[in-house]
């Protein structure tokens, strides 16, 4: 008898318990429903002052800008925008749209056509700002392009590369390698094209898109979970 007081004390406690939790929630909880928005593909701005990212906001699809305190939100380009970088004098935001490349002002004027040829997305600045590191092709078959903003010229980097990151030394293109059956990051030199390996992985679960760190020394990227 002592055991089954015990067990339904414990019940009716939990019971009380749940009821004022749903009877706080349903109180609490402000009436309709609120937009969910996706948030992709955030950028800091040079200064660490502002991020860029894509979004839809209220049905409207595009590049957003807002400050790091939270406030002063504003939509500098409306469209199917993807891979937003900031120009290394955060003048200029550079991103892919149609599988072309484009930039824009940071204050969402002077949009212009960076690249011709498609596919070509992911762009990244290169530190000086003179040079745009960009993937062209698909997942499957993806190179790194190196496009020198002053002379116009595209040179291929790497046959089989992907989400690329400069590094802080503006040399070398951080690229994850996508050759089987051996997946990893390597450094390889715009010039020269010598490269060298950071790391590698034996299967492409471990190992997704990347950023290299500002200081050149840690690549943050994602790992699949297992199906």
């Not at 406690?13 to 969910?36: H, M, N, R, Y």
């Not at 499957?140 to 990151?165: C, H, K, W, Y």
């Not at 996508?178 to 490269?195: K, N």
Request: contains cysteine; charged residues 20%.
């Amino acid at each position: 008898m002592r055991s089954y007081s015990v067990r339904f004390f414990r019940v009716l406690i939990f019971a009380i318990l749940l009821f004022g939790i749903a009877s706080c929630k349903k109180a609490t909880e402000p009436e309709g429903v609120q937009e969910s928005r996706v948030h992709t593909r955030t950028a800091w701005s040079p200064d660490g002052r502002q991020i860029a990212f894509t979004a839809t906001i209220e049905g409207v699809r595009g590049i957003y800008v807002i400050d790091t305190s939270g406030t002063n939100l504003r939509r500098v380009h409306q469209g199917d925008a993807e891979g937003v970088a900031w120009s290394p004098d955060g003048r200029w935001l550079v991103f892919s749209q149609a599988r072309t490349i484009y930039k824009i002002g940071s204050s969402g004027d002077s949009l212009a056509q960076v690249t011709t040829r498609t596919p070509s997305i992911r762009p990244r600045w290169s530190p000086n700002g003179t040079r745009i590191a960009y993937v062209r092709g698909d997942e499957v078959n993806a190179s790194i392009i190196v496009l020198n903003l002053q002379m116009m010229r595209e040179t291929d980097l790497l046959f089989l590369g992907n989400v690329p990151s400069w590094h802080p030394n503006g040399k070398e293109v951080v690229v994850l390698n996508s050759l089987p059956p051996i997946y990893g990051f390597y450094a390889v030199h715009d010039s020269t094209l010598a490269v060298r390996e950071l790391d590698s992985f034996v299967s492409p679960e471990q190992c997704d898109f990347a950023v290299l760190s500002p200081s050149g020394d840690a690549v943050l990227f994602v790992k699949k979970a297992p199906l």
